[in-house]
């Protein structure tokens, strides 16, 4: 799996977790303290996530880190 492939894949887990929520990146955006275009290059895979971002991520949404990265390789 290349660097680009496995930024889309967490993005493409970022969003499948935030809708099942019914948030909008607004929503998750904000109980992250980002902005919403910071969470959409995350979700479109344009930037690489730091551990720490992707902590806060799980968090906002309830589940743990393994669980956010946790995709089909």
Do not use: H
């Not at 496995?6 to 902005?35: F, H, M, P, Y």
């Not at 910071?38 to 968090?59: Q, R």
């Amino acid at each position: 799996m290349t660097k680009d492939e496995l930024k889309r894949k967490i993005g493409q887990r970022i969003v499948e977790l935030r809708t099942k929520k019914g948030w909008t990146q607004s929503d998750l955006a904000r109980a992250c303290n980002k902005d919403r275009q910071a969470m959409e290059k995350l979700e479109n895979g344009k930037v690489n996530p730091t551990l720490y971002s992707l902590l806060e991520i799980s968090k906002a949404l309830g589940v743990s880190l393994s669980e956010l990265v946790r995709f089909k390789a």
